[in-house]
């Protein structure tokens, strides 16, 4: 149809995330309900601005029994957030996920969809960030001495690094001074 723009959904899928101290240590987990088996309301907040963005939990985004989350956008624009904070003892805490992101403009417009690390200090001030993101052509998200990015654009994967490791890529942040992190999945669409 001429004059009508074709707009493609953002989609992040979240199987399991997790932050535990190294084995030595313990086998410690630090997130309530990281495995999403419980409803979204334990341990997870939430926050939808905009249109056509959705947070859904199920057990049909993946081949497995076990529950997933769904952050989407479908032609809308604004931005859909699942977050919760995670004190850690210091950065050796081992994390991990598996999640499939995707992210198609929609001919002019940008979007994005990643689970988001925010490295904050004790007084709640972020520091920067890492994200496994899937981004369209256009997205102004840019890498820099306090923002990683690593791309996440395809089908299932699984993710995981010591926060120590990471911080190296992150010059501008002094892991002395992380104290808490704010894991988030988040789609970011701008009439997408």
């Known amino acids: 149809m001429k004059g009508k723009r074709m707009r ?32 979204l309301t334990t341990g997870w907040e939430q926050s939808i601005a905009g249109s056509y963005l959705y947070i859904q939990r199920s057990t049909a985004f993946d081949a497995d029994p ?20 995670i004190i850690i003892p210091n950065t050796d805490v081992q994390f991990s996920a598996r999640l499939s992101s995707a992210a198609v403009d929609g001919g002019g417009a940008w979007c994005a969809a990643g ?20 981004t369209s052509a256009i997205c102004p998200w840019t890498e820099s001495s306090t923002f990683h990015i690593i791309d996440t654009n395809g089908g299932w994967a699984d993710y995981g690094f010591t ?8 010059p501008g942040i002094d892991g002395e001074d992380v104290h808490e992190i704010e894991l988030s999945l988040l789609v970011s669409a701008a009439n997408c």
């Open 115 to 134: 689970l988001i690390l925010t490295y904050l200090d004790v007084t709640g001030a972020p520091l920067g960030k890492t994200a496994l993101a899937a």
């Open 8 to 39: 493609n959904p953002v989609v992040i899928l979240l199987l399991l995330v997790c932050f535990a101290l190294p084995a030595g240590a313990s086998s410690l987990h630090l997130m309530e309900n990281g495995d999403i088996e419980q409803p």
């Open 163 to 170: 926060l120590a490791d990471e911080l190296l890529n992150l």
């Open 66 to 85: 076990d529950y997933e989350v769904k952050v989407s956008s479908n032609n809308g624009h604004g931005s859909a957030k699942l977050w919760q904070s």
